[in-house]
């Protein structure tokens, strides 16, 4: 009892340092799941791409276009060269193809032929159809089928570990019979998806006297071992530094299963406020590009509230299991489902020692789809851009979850309504089309559904990292919201080695609370401002934004005014290898 109640008394006096208002607004001061875990920076484009000579595969001018001549041709039949079947595959892709049955000009079957031609392009056969000399006296029309098929394959490069994957994907090309240029696309994006991996292929005819359609493979390896990204950015609030530097260290091939291996930490400039240490592994599991993934994250907050010494220690772990849908350079799909625990303790420390304020235990499954689509102009640049993530998660009463209003060894939780067994669904969707080669339009919506109030952890924090630039991250926090960001970019091309743009943006998020008594209930924020970005030897990211909030974060407490503009800053680099395009 004596615990419990040297806790509420822990709990008033963070609250009067606060400035008042409910004692549940203690835990503004817990950090959000973005202050703990940190993002990481997106990976670089993949360079996968699939060179091919189609020279011998274009079919050239039909001979019986302008001929005077008439015949009847009353059914088509396919075959390969020689006579020989033809796969199943493209069988029943050109089963519809069907004469008129009526006499006319014999370049019906010009027109035949390039119907079929059509077809396999379209569904990105490399093949071309040809009409081989015949007589058509029983109104039959025969049609050669020249079909593309890898037969050697010639690597160039070091495949340092993953020698044995680059064999199975050489097999599994190869064994594309007949060659299909979207399945060789999916077979190298999955290849340059194993960590530290970049293929190139490029195809040619075979001069050796092979078969109609057998084509030489060059496969381009580029393999490294390792790479290095810093940042330093202030995105942060400061009670937990704004400054903050961040950097991640990547080992390819440790485990020799395509595997990637990272550490990465952040702190803040001083080394006190808060500090993160993050471990992490990730397995390609097949030739399909399943991937495991276990990631462990350690951050220890120390807000700096003047009167008061409070130290939040948070503890993530989590598992996911990654299978993509699709896979190609202009659509991707792929769904996860994972497992991930979280703890996030907090303390108030004095000369005669410390007292147990906030615990939070919450053990989530969960399961995810994401998917993007691109649209490219005829020179190959982008025209447009979307991309979606839907979420599902739900709570487990497992691991010592926290129980709802109840108070366990001196602590609370951080919300004496929140459910840590709560069920939460998160989307967000990302837009942006290109008007002319200059002006871009781009939006991002981003939005969350909980069926009961939630811990601090699971909340929709608003701010710098997530919705709302200008405020600070987790200034403000719901159990639904809904936001989005909205930008108008301009371009600005600084040679081939660097890239601008300009921007103004208009941020805003409304945010639900559904515990009792909220003095947050409903609300509604927004932010507006500009700035620049600036892309230099494909290695250096430099973002600066100025961002005008409109509204005060909270109604009650400190933040009960406008918060002020603020200048954002944020430098990302690609230390090793520097310069490098993928």
Same mark, same amino acid.
């Given at each position: 009892m004596n615990r419990i109640i040297l806790s509420a008394a822990a709990i008033l006096a963070v609250n009067g340092a606060l400035g008042g208002g409910s004692p549940a607004r203690a835990q503004a001061q817990v950090p959000s799941r973005e202050e703990v875990n940190p993002t990481p920076p997106p990976p670089p484009a993949t360079g996968a791409r699939a060179r091919i000579d189609r020279s011998r595969f274009?079919?050239?001018?039909?001979?019986? $276009?302008d001929s005077a001549l008439r015949t009847t041709i009353r059914e088509v039949r396919f075959t390969a060269p020689g006579g020989a079947p033809l796969p199943p595959v493209l069988v029943q892709l050109l089963a519809d193809i069907r004469p008129s049955g009526q006499q006319g000009p014999v370049s019906e079957v010009c027109t035949l032929r390039d119907e079929a031609n059509a077809r396999l392009g379209a569904a990105r056969y490399v093949a071309t159809v040809q009409v081989p000399p015949q007589r058509i006296d029983d109104g039959v029309l025969r049609l050669?089928?020249?079909?593309?098929?890898i037969?050697?394959?010639?690597?160039?490069?070091?495949?340092?570990?993953?020698? %044995?994957?680059? %064999?199975?994907?050489?097999a599994q090309l190869k064994a594309l019979n007949p060659l299909n240029e979207a399945d060789a696309e999916r077979i190298l994006l999955l290849t340059s998806d194993v960590p530290g991996l970049n293929v190139t292929l490029g195809l040619s005819p075979s001069l050796g006297g092979g078969a109609p359609g057998d084509l030489i493979g060059e496969l381009t390896v580029d393999y490294r071992r390792f790479s290095l990204i810093a940042n330093v950015q202030n995105y942060n609030?400061?009670?937990?530094? %704004?400054?903050?530097? !961040?950097?991640?260290?990547?080992? !390819?091939?440790?485990?020799?299963?395509?595997?990637?291996?990272?550490?990465?930490?952040?702190?803040? +400039?001083d080394f006190k406020k808060q500090k993160i $240490?993050?471990?992490?592994?990730?397995?390609?599991?097949?030739a399909a590009g399943d991937r495991l993934q276990l990631v462990g994250t350690i951050a220890e907050s120390r807000p700096d509230l003047k009167t008061i010494d409070l130290r939040t220690v948070t503890k993530i772990g989590s598992a996911e299991f990654i299978h993509p849908l699709r896979r190609s350079v202009t659509s991707n799909a792929e769904a996860?489902?994972?497992?991930?625990?979280?703890?996030?303790?907090? %303390?108030? !420390?004095?000369?005669?020692?410390?007292?147990?304020i906030n615990r939070d235990r919450i053990a989530t499954l969960y399961a995810r789809i994401n998917a993007d689509q691109r649209w490219l102009r005829f020179d190959g640049s982008q025209q447009a851009a979307l991309a979606a993530s839907l979420e599902l998660r739900k709570g487990l009463d497992i691991f010592g979850a926290t129980r709802t209003g109840q108070i366990g060894g001196g602590y609370a939780p951080t919300r004496f309504e929140g459910s840590a067994t709560a069920t939460v669904v998160r989307g967000q969707v990302n837009g942006v089309i290109g008007v002319?080669?200059? +002006?871009?339009l781009a939006t991002t919506l981003r939005g969350q559904w909980a069926n009961r109030a939630l811990l601090n952890y699971d909340e929709f924090a608003i701010g710098n990292l997530t919705v709302g630039r200008g405020y600070d991250p987790g200034s403000n926090s719901g159990d639904r919201a809904i936001g989005g960001s909205h930008e108008l970019r301009i371009n600005v091309p600084l040679g081939p080695k660097a890239h601008g743009q300009l921007y103004g943006f208009f941020d805003w998020v409304h945010l639900w609370n559904l515990d009792t008594g909220s003095t947050e209930a409903s609300r509604t924020l927004k932010s507006a401002g500009g700035g620049v970005r600036l892309t230099l030897l494909n290695s250096i990211r430099l973002d600066l934004t100025y961002a005008h909030p409109f509204d005060p974060p909270l109604l009650t407490g400190i933040n009960i005014h406008r918060a002020p503009d603020r200048f954002l800053f944020s430098l990302t680099t690609q230390l090793i290898p520097f310069g490098a395009r993928r």
């Open positions: 274009v079919p050239g001018p039909c001979p019986l $276009a050669e089928v020249v079909s593309g098929h037969v050697e394959v010639r690597v160039r490069g070091d495949a340092g570990p993953f020698e %044995r994957v680059i %064999r199975d994907r050489i609030s400061p009670l937990l530094g %704004r400054e903050t530097v !961040y950097a991640r260290a990547e080992l !390819y091939g440790l485990l020799g299963a395509g595997d990637r291996t990272f550490i990465a930490g952040s702190t803040t +400039f $240490a993050q471990l992490g592994e990730a397995i390609t599991l097949d996860a489902l994972g497992f991930e625990w979280s703890e996030q303790r907090t %303390r108030i !420390y004095g000369t005669a020692g410390s007292a147990p002319g080669p200059i +002006f871009e």
